[in-house]
């Protein structure tokens, strides 16, 4: 008599964040069954955060149906690889250098992993669960930390020859211009991610004399900046006013070149309402291709950030070939 196998519908997925790290276990229909966090920014070592996230995972997974009711795994991580399951020097993690995570997470569990951009995993979320369902030619730009994109073209996720694809955050935005993580000047990321919206705020408060609730504060952030704006700060609108204006020609750009059907916008600073997105749209009227003006959806979107990044991620976990050493 032949033994029935057995179909497993649940699998991981990850979101490793400079800050922390979540991770689900998911089910086929897209409900997270379990979740749970940790902060990344407590391990220095990369082989001890292994570990601690190989340890929490079964924890998890031992409590909600069993270590074998895993199919895969998928991660998302900055500055990652997705053909060569490695995080290559993300510029926002505590560990530097080229970390083969797919690698060392399949050593560890015994269980397929597949590992992608962060950007990339938050444009499958969309696709697959949010603002781009449905959509073919799109692109998700993730506004937070780093700033980073992935465009989907007759729906599938561009990756490029090397993997490295969608990489906006590090293009060239103003000619030797502020210092970037990654290494370079004047990169798009280093003026409309959170370490650039706050350089912009002192910016502005060193160049004028004018008034502004942030100047009392001791700590500033794009979030504390919109609250700013909210009490009507004149100072805190223009930093927004200011981001709004170069993101618009950064996403101009890029619109120019994939021609997408819309443009979503996630991440923290996505939520930054009028006080940024004003000026954006109007910046990239100005800028894009005249053809295309009028065609582009400029879209903030609806899913909670980190639900988006571990269904996303579970997508990606679903798309590599199962594989384990207890079958």
């Known amino acids: 008599m032949m033994e029935e196998e057995v179909i497993k519908s649940r699998v991981m997925g990850i979101d490793i964040s400079n800050e922390r790290t979540t991770y689900a276990i ?11 966090e940790f902060a990344t920014s407590d391990y220095g070592n990369v082989n001890d955060y292994v570990t601690k996230l190989v340890e929490k995972m079964v924890e998890l997974m031992e409590a909600n149906g069993g270590f074998m009711s895993i199919r895969s795994v998928g991660v998302a991580a900055p500055s990652a690889n997705s053909l060569t399951g490695c995080i290559v020097n993300a510029a926002n993690l505590p560990w530097k250098g080229v970390l083969p995570l797919a690698a060392m997470l399949r050593d560890r569990l015994g269980l397929a992993v597949a590992v992608a951009n962060d950007a990339h995993v938050s444009a499958l979320g969309e ?31 561009h990756k490029g020859f090397k993997g490295f694809a969608g990489e906006i955050g590090h293009t060239c935005l103003v000619d030797n211009g502020r210092k970037c993580g990654c290494g370079k000047n004047g990169c798009l990321e280093a003026y409309c991610a959170a370490k650039g919206v706050v350089q912009t705020a002192h910016e502005l408060m060193a160049e004028s004399s004018a008034p502004s609730l942030m100047r009392d504060l001791d700590y500033l952030s794009p979030r504390v900046i919109s609250e700013c704006c909210e ?37 923290g600073i996505s939520h930054a309402g009028k006080w940024m997105m004003d000026s954006l749209r109007e910046s990239f009227d100005s800028h894009v291709f005249p053809n295309m003006r009028g065609n582009i959806k400029i879209i903030v979107s609806s899913l909670n950030d980190h639900e988006r990044e571990v269904l996303g991620a579970s997508a990606l976990a679903w798309e590599v070939q199962e594989y384990s050493l207890f079958k």
Do not use: W
């Not at 004149?234 to 819309?262: C, F, K």
């Open 26 to 36: 998911v089910d086929i229909r897209g409900n997270i069954i379990a979740e749970d």
């Open 127 to 157: 696709y697959s669960y949010g603002m781009a369902h449905g959509m073919k030619d799109f692109v998700v730009v993730s506004l937070g930390v780093g700033l980073g994109s992935c465009f989907f073209s007759q729906g599938r996720g």
């Open 231 to 267: 009490q009507h700060d004149e100072l805190a609108m223009e930093v927004y006013r200011r981001t709004g204006y170069l993101l618009g020609i950064g996403l101009a750009n890029y619109a120019s070149v994939v021609d997408p059907q819309a443009i979503i916008l996630t991440g």
